[in-house]
């Protein structure tokens, strides 16, 4: 169930995706703790538009995993090994990687 933010994020997400024309780059995606458990991969690699920001890539990530959205308020990103913000637009082969914060004793 999607709460206020969520759909919100989720209608400009398929309002860019008809105004973009095509994925024309290729970047790789690292996952760690549960988004690791959730997604089942450690890595993969997706085609995206030129111009999507890190908050699209979760999104359309947590389409295929709805599962994703439910940490998305505690989700990191970093591009290269560099922390950025959800609105910083990836190059072609750039390495995302989502972390969540991890707890333990």
Known sequence: MFDAGSLHRYINFQFDCLMKPNMNQTISIKYFSILSEITGKRQEKLSIHEGDTLEDI???????????????????????????????????????????????G
């Open 58 to 104: 979760l999104l359309s990530i947590s389409k295929r995993f709805p599962e994703i959205e439910k940490y998305h308020p505690h989700v990191r990103a970093a591009v290269n090994q560099n922390y950025e913000e959800f609105d910083f637009k990836p190059k072609n082969n750039d390495e995302i990687v989502f972390i969540t914060p991890v707890s333990g």
